[in-house]
């Protein structure tokens, strides 16, 4: 298998505070996030910084790790690069928050580093709700595979 890292983006107090439907969203970071654990592969939290601390209602664990970046692209940030050095990462998985900004960047941002990246359709989102599924349709069109949390599931249980 692959590895893979999870790339969670921006879940923190600043960014969730004024999303609509914040149950489900974090339902679907979390089961994501609670697989990638049960298969010890990397979780990654990102934070853009001014925008608070990490959520306290992801399930993090002391083994995930955390960057901490100024840009929308994560691939864009030195902390960013030196864990991608210190690591073998194949391909990431991307989920949080927002899906018209930084959610859009860092999966833009590996295709550009010539990263095979896919986007947990449901597991992203904007305070405009009508962003994520547009994000949906243009990251697929640029050659993002997305998948539905259920269907990511599914896929990582087989492996």
């Known amino acids: 298998m692959s ?3 999870l790339l969670v983006v ?8 004024p999303l609509i439907g914040k149950e489900p969203f974090l339902k679907n970071v979390n089961a994501v ?8 592969l990397p979780v990654v939290l990102i934070k853009k910084a001014g925008y608070g601390e990490l959520s306290p209602k992801l399930h993090q664990e002391a083994c995930d ?33 927002m899906s018209n900004a930084c959610v859009q960047a860092t999966c833009i941002g ?13 597991a992203h989102d904007s305070v405009l709700k009508p962003m994520r599924n547009i994000w949906n349709k243009k990251l697929k069109n640029a050659g993002v595979m ?14």
């Open 110 to 122: 590996a295709l550009a580093e010539g990263f095979p990246v896919t986007l947990i359709e449901d």
């Open 146 to 159: 997305t998948m539905t949390t259920k269907e990511y599931i599914e896929k990582l249980k087989k492996e």
């Open 33 to 40: 996030i609670d697989h990638f654990h049960k298969k010890r």
């Open 3 to 5: 590895k893979s890292a």
């Open 65 to 97: 790790l955390v960057v901490t970046k100024v840009q929308m692209n994560t691939f864009k940030a030195a902390e960013f690069k030196t864990l991608m050095e210190e690591n073998d990462f194949e391909n990431f998985v991307v989920v949080g928050l």
């Open 10 to 17: 921006d879940v923190q107090t600043g960014t969730i505070a």
